[in-house]
């Protein structure tokens, strides 16, 4: 392993796509599970270049490394557990240890600099959380608070003061997103139904109903349904998205007829033609939600840094696509040569970089899990559009 904050070769040419002719580099090589953490948030720098990667050494904390995609080199920049970034500035939130204490920071990506933000009064757990784009609000959660009502704890930056924003039954895996523009609501995921343990000791995520989606106002902790999943769209398979600046979120939603465990599964072939597998947007206040793109097993989703672009992975084959949010249309960038399973690292997880020069995602193609970058080629997008 190389030390902190020192530069070193790690990146393996992995090929070029035969279809689109998208170059694909294999960013990481040390036998050491490494992962682009998720696609909801993306860990870049505003301008494109730099990358945020999470390791995870074996018996050893967590470890967030940086990577240059223009020299392809990679270095530790610090000891923690990434919960969130702001591309905007630089910023890959994470919770470390000062002293014998939990203190959220943030690292800088171009400066690998490390500001504390708050330093926690315990050394609680903090299984997931989001900073606002004014880096005012942080918020974690779920926190329970008695049967299967979680709650969401905020923390006021600027003063330090915590407290409970808002309880919500069956809020398990919140997916806990600031909308990025303004900040002013947040997206959460509802997993109706959901027990940690069913009447027969097996574990569950959701039941019949299956996940919804609801906006939390930052200041009131005003709870607001969305129209998203049953019954008004398909079960909703767990991602999403807010699209850029625009204000609207994007869904995967869909019968599906092979089994994983993100996915409502069904055996009535009727019910997956009757509801196949789609994208679908939706603006806060809209009555409904309109389908943007069809046709595929679309799963992980992330939109691009202009608003242009969704970019989506095929959970049939592992393929990744890149399509127009608009219009919907939508071509293959490359596959992704990886299987989703129980391991997140697994999990394609595919996100376009600011600039939309890269897309980053996951693979166990080597047998462990590494991330990779495939070079949009010139003349690509111009297709979509």
């Known amino acids: 392993m190389a030390s902190a904050n020192k530069w070193v070769p790690e990146a393996i040419r992995f090929g070029v796509d035969r279809e689109s002719g998208a170059e694909i580099e294999q960013l990481t090589s040390e036998p050491v599970t490494s992962t682009n953490i998720y696609c909801e948030q993306r860990f870049t720098s505003a301008d494109g270049k730099r990358i945020a990667i999470e390791r995870k050494p074996f018996g050893r904390p967590a470890e967030i490394w940086v990577c240059d995609l223009e020299t392809l080199k990679i270095c530790q920049a610090v000891t923690g557990t990434p919960l969130g970034a702001n591309a905007r500035l630089n910023s890959v939130y994470f919770i470390g240890m000062q002293g014998s204490r939990n203190c959220l920071m943030a690292l800088d990506l171009q400066s690998l600099a490390v500001r504390d933000l708050f330093h926690f009064y ?200 890149i399509g127009n949010i608009v219009t919907g249309k939508y071509i293959p960038l490359c596959h992704s040569h990886t299987r989703q399973g129980a391991c997140q690292f697994s999990h394609v997880h595919a996100y376009m970089t600011p600039g939309n020069r890269h897309v980053v995602f996951n693979s166990i193609a080597t047998g462990t899990g590494q991330v990779y970058a495939a070079r949009i080629p010139e003349g690509f997008l111009e297709k979509i559009l």
């Open 122 to 321: 315990t050394n609680e757990q903090y299984p997931s959380g989001a900073v606002s784009p004014d880096e005012r609000w942080f918020i974690t959660g779920p926190v329970p608070v008695r049967d299967n009502v979680m709650g969401l704890r905020r923390v006021n930056l600027e003063n330090g003061r915590t407290d409970m924003l808002c309880e919500i039954e069956d809020m398990f895996n919140p997916h806990f997103q600031f909308e990025p523009a303004f900040g002013k609501l947040s997206l959460v995921q509802i997993n109706r139904g959901a027990k940690w343990k069913s009447p027969d000791g097996k574990q569950t995520r959701t039941g019949p109903l299956g996940a919804t989606l609801s906006l939390v106002n930052e200041k009131s902790g005003k709870v607001t349904p969305l129209p998203a999943g049953r019954p008004h769209t398909p079960p909703i398979t767990g991602h999403e998205c807010w699209a850029g600046m625009t204000g609207r979120i994007l869904f995967t939603a869909g019968h599906y007829s092979v089994s994983a465990s993100s996915f409502v599964t069904l055996k009535d072939d009727e019910a997956a033609r009757r509801d196949p597998p789609a994208i679908y947007a939706i603006t806060p206040g809209d009555s409904s939600a309109k389908v943007v793109a069809r046709g595929l097993m679309f799963n992980h989703l992330a939109a691009s840094d202009d608003c242009q672009f969704f970019i989506a992975d095929d959970h049939a084959d592992g393929r990744i696509y």
